[in-house]
């Protein structure tokens, strides 16, 4: 340590759960390369550090520290919403109805095929924003409403660029197979994906123009079978992406049967999953990314948490962000997940951390305060944890910081005297 370089911040912290090994009042310190530096009972750590200079101490006594929330699952960048569609649903309509009558996802192609990639960076920065500030540290982002190679580039570049603009993580997706575009089948559909889609991303790969990390599909009745699931996987598998798809969703499909056999990371949704499937998933830890907010909305039948949680699956959680389901907050998630999916608060937390942070291949380095791990942190105004799920739509006076690698990338100053209330 350099006491001439102010090199860290040190948070003065409560723990965040009963499990915590440290006693009651604990620290961390935040390195400028982003990582924990330490964490630990709070006089062991002022010992360790009675040296350094720090860049900033945060009190948080009477505050808990979390890690930054992880959302496994979101479609963020599109043009044209689709609040009109939301009154047909709730008149009766189903998701399927509108989808086959030409709306649905095939609305939002021609609106996002129509707008320029300025117009999709800006609205897909801000919606990043507010996830941010509702506490998600990292995030999924799926293309998948170009359908043509030109239009997924574009939303692929936007994706690139906010990567490496803004402060917050993304696990980019490949999502070209989230419908079968106007004029083709299924198995056009596939073809184009397998032979050209794939081949570009792959040469994009390796002239470092767009790194994509996962491909994903709408594996449905009336979007794509089984069967050009399973081509379009493992021709991006063997491109190098993981495997992370929908399904089970509307109609059982044997996704979950599928997603074991091809090593996928995640298969999402699973409202309709099979016995077999979740004996299948929990056997090849293939992950279940449960999107409460979607069953809420179309009022599905809710997935079987428990059932899953039980046989040992990894369950993690997604807000699913796109123009049928407009939620960006990992904490509403949470609090959906506890009441209609029957999670305890404890398992919601790691679904929407650790196990979020599986999901992405990145569970090494995020979704957990540990030493050696990206400093992604939530402070929230309470001395009791779980107030960030109990409070539903509470999150934007609970929550004081979030911090990103490090970094305060949001600071909440109105959360004191808010939260009193
Ligand atoms: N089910 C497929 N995809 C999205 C919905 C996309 C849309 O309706 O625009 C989902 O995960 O819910
Ligand atoms: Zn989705």
Not at 45 to 50: K, M
Not at 208 to 225: L, R, Y
Not at 365 to 391: A, P
């Amino acid at each position: 340590l350099s006491s001439s370089s102010p090199s860290f911040i040190l948070l003065s912290m409560m723990s965040y759960g009963m499990e915590y090994p440290f006693g009651q009042l604990g620290s961390a310190v935040l390195a400028v390369d982003g990582c924990i530096k330490a964490v630990g009972q709070a006089d062991v750590i002022r010992n360790q550090f009675s040296g350094a200079t720090f860049e900033r101490i945060i009190d948080c006594s009477g505050k808990c520290v979390l890690p930054g929330l992880v959302d496994a699952h979101t479609h963020p960048v599109w043009a044209g919403d689709r609040v009109h569609e939301f009154a047909m649903k709730l008149a009766g309509a189903s998701y399927m109805e509108i989808h086959q009558a030409g709306g649905g996802i095939h609305f939002t192609v021609e609106h996002t095929q129509n707008a320029t990639e300025e117009e999709l960076f800006n609205t897909f920065k801000h919606r990043l924003e507010r996830m941010r500030n509702a506490g998600s540290t990292l995030v999924e982002c799926k293309s998948g409403y170009g359908l043509n190679l030109e239009t997924e580039l574009k939303m692929l570049r936007v994706i690139e660029r906010a990567k490496q603009s803004m402060d917050i993580g993304i696990s980019s997706t490949y999502c070209g197979a989230h419908s079968v575009p106007k004029g083709k089948t299924a198995t056009e559909a596939t073809d184009d994906i397998i032979n050209n889609h794939l081949p570009k991303l792959k040469e994009l790969k390796l002239s470092g123009e767009i790194h994509v990390n996962n491909i994903d599909v709408f594996c449905e009745k009336g979007v794509f079978d089984l069967e050009s699931t399973r081509r379009i996987l493992q021709a991006g598998k063997n491109i190098g992406l993981q495997l992370n798809f929908h399904g089970d969703e509307l109609h059982p499909m044997k996704s979950a049967e599928l997603g074991a056999e091809l090593g996928a990371r995640a298969v999402s949704h699973l409202e309709e999953v099979s016995d077999e499937g979740i004996t299948a998933m929990a056997r090849a830890k293939c992950a279940a990314v449960l999107l409460p907010t979607t069953a809420y909305m179309l009022r599905l039948k809710q997935p079987q948490a428990r059932k899953m949680l039980d046989e040992g699956v990894i369950v993690a959680l997604g807000s699913d962000f796109n123009p049928n389901a407009y939620c960006f907050s990992m904490p509403m998630v949470m609090h959906l997940a506890c009441v209609n999916m029957k999670m305890s608060m404890n398992e919601a937390l790691a679904a929407a951390t650790i196990n979020a942070a599986y999901v992405l291949g990145k569970s090494d380095t995020h979704g957990s305060i540990e030493t050696g791990k990206q400093g992604d942190l939530v402070i929230i105004n309470s001395s009791r944890w779980e107030h960030l799920i109990y409070q539903f739509g509470g999150h934007e006076a609970l929550i004081n910081y979030v911090i990103v690698k490090g970094q305060v990338v949001y600071e909440n100053e109105r959360c004191e005297t808010m939260s009193s209330y």
